[in-house]
């Protein structure tokens, strides 16, 4: 994956596949520091140690499929640009997943599209509490699923004109601290 938004797509559709109901998405960028941390963490049941130990063997997966590439793809990602990638998870314990990555690093993917990435996790999953917090050279953006459709006063999920406005409350609030 060339986008660090995919790999947050993925880390939290599987995630949502073992069962979290809570996703919570923090990332950090400090350009003064030369740092992008990216935590992705959840309530799901975790990883068994047996799957915690392997986790980012390209050839383990607990699906059916054949292959588990999305950690170890952003664990080499994260090396080759002078970060690294741990997992802290335990059975019944939810797991988090953090990302660093020298800001500036010339390799270092790019962050390009958190606010597709948002919208499509929120309207894919009403069922699931998304959390979401972007901080920017010391400006932050917060933005909670749950909260947002309560105070959004749509009587549905399904309301059409929810995904103009997760979009619009996502677009502008990352324009706020200079990510458009």
């Known amino acids: 994956m060339e986008d660090l938004s995919l790999h ?5 559709e599987n995630a949502i596949a073992a069962g979290a109901t809570r996703i919570t998405v923090i990332i950090n960028e400090n350009e003064g520091r030369d740092l992008l941390a990216i ?9 068994t140690s047996e799957a915690l130990r392997q986790a980012l063997d390209p050839f383990f997966t607990t699906k059916e499929k054949r292959t588990g590439l999305g950690l170890p ?19 019944k314990k939810g797991a988090r997943i953090a990302a660093r990555f020298r800001h500036g ?7 390009t599209n958190m606010r597709g990435t948002m919208t499509a996790l929120v309207i894919g999953h009403p069922e699931i509490d ?5 901080r920017r050279n010391g400006q932050i953006f917060r933005f909670a699923s749950r909260s947002f459709f309560r105070e959004s006063g749509l009587s549905s999920w399904t309301d059409p004109l ?3 406005r997760v979009d619009k409350m996502l677009r502008t609030g990352l324009r706020a601290i200079g990510r458009t």
Not at 8 to 12: C, E, G, M, S, V
Not at 39 to 47: H, I, L, Q
Not at 105 to 111: F, G, K, N, T, V
């Open 8 to 12: 947050i797509l993925d880390i939290a």
């Open 39 to 47: 935590r992705v963490s959840d309530n799901g049941p975790g990883f």
């Open 73 to 91: 793809l952003l664990a080499q990602a994260a090396e080759l640009c002078g970060g690294d990638l741990a997992i802290a998870a335990g059975p």
């Open 105 to 111: 690093h010339i390799d270092r993917p790019p962050l």
């Open 130 to 134: 998304f959390r979401y917090r972007h």
């Open 162 to 164: 929810l995904i103009g």
